[in-house]
């Protein structure tokens, strides 16, 4: 049994198909099925149903897959410690952040990252929060920033700060009239909501009194909260944005953002790592990087004074 038997059988995992797999590998697809049908004479089991399409695990191999999934983790923290020792800030690190976040947090903290840790190559991989989960289980990922609480045991949450929702919406729209918006004032009539599968969609469904995405007739969902800004301002209806991406907004279109009353509506964003992780020191050093160069409003706002909107 080798390292490389280990690591061909998670990627056939992964993809459930060989050809893939080998591609991920970069072997032969020949090479490959070899040699994981060499380990499975060894162990006397088949790891997977060649007979399904997809091929899956066979009972036995799920234990074993299992298994083999710890036994690369601290395989690689072996190999950490072994590159440096004594620092542990330097090689790959490859983060998760979802769509929500990552074009308003990672131009901030980005170029100060990199000046505090040279070493270390961030890999930035966005992704939805389902996506990245099954990822950080697979270890295809050191770490990620997400929006919690996740209720997830196997991961470790670190809080970096709360985030309020603003309303943005359009001149035409009957909620544009109140200088403060309320949770009670909400519902779905001309909401605008991001596609199935973004967290922020379900925090503001969960903030609105019935499901749903209608607008005058119509349903439009969309991956992108620019794309969703972009209807208020060129049609009606109206979205609800995050902090983050309301201070970017200039000119006329700042008319259009409404604050709630206080308890203000508020996502709470984190660090997520797996609970055997072995980088922990550069965990450290980019929550001090996010923290230093996040707007200091955002670091002023406690749990207390918050709203938390739960995920759905």
């Not at 380990?39 to 399409?53: A, H, M, Q, V």
């Not at 006329?252 to 980088?279: D, H, M, Q």
Request: glycine share 6%; with cysteine; proline share 5%.
């Amino acid at each position: 049994m080798t390292i490389t038997q280990l690591e061909y059988i998670l990627a056939v995992d992964k993809h459930r198909h060989f050809r893939k797999a080998s591609e991920e590998c970069h072997v032969s697809q020949p090479t490959l099925s070899m040699q994981i049908q060499k380990l499975e004479e060894n162990l006397g089991f088949t790891i997977f149903d060649r007979s399904k399409n997809p091929v899956i695990p066979t009972i036995e191999g799920e234990k074993f897959i299992h298994q083999s999934r710890t036994v690369l983790k601290e395989f690689k923290k072996l190999k950490d410690i072994t590159n440096d020792p004594s620092a542990g800030l330097s090689g790959e690190f490859r983060l998760g952040i979802i769509p929500t976040l990552a074009p308003y947090l990672v131009p901030l903290f980005l170029h100060a990252f990199s000046e505090a840790l040279p070493q270390v190559e961030l890999i930035l991989d966005e992704r939805t929060t389902e996506e990245i989960i099954q990822m950080l289980d697979r270890d295809e990922l050191d770490a990620a920033i997400l929006v919690t609480p996740l209720h997830n045991n196997s991961l470790v949450e670190r809080v970096l700060f709360y985030e309020p929702f603003y309303g943005f919406i359009s001149k035409k729209h009957e909620l544009f009239r109140k200088p403060q918006l309320e949770a009670a004032d909400l519902n779905t009539d001309g909401l605008w909501l991001l596609r199935e599968g973004h967290c922020f969609r379900g925090q503001v469904l969960s903030l609105c009194s019935r499901g749903g995405g209608t607008h005058a007739g119509q349903r439009f969902e969309s991956g992108s909260l620019e794309t969703l800004k972009n209807l208020v301002v060129k049609d009606s209806g109206y979205t609800l944005i995050p902090h983050l991406d309301m201070i970017d907004i200039a000119g006329p279109k700042k008319s259009l953002i409404k604050p709630f009353k206080a308890p203000v509506p508020t996502r709470e964003v984190s660090i997520v790592y797996g609970r055997n992780f072995y980088k922990e020191k550069i965990i450290d050093s980019l929550e001090k990087v996010i923290l230093d160069t996040i707007p200091k409003e955002l670091k002023s706002y406690k749990a207390r004074e918050v709203e938390v909107v739960q995920l759905k």
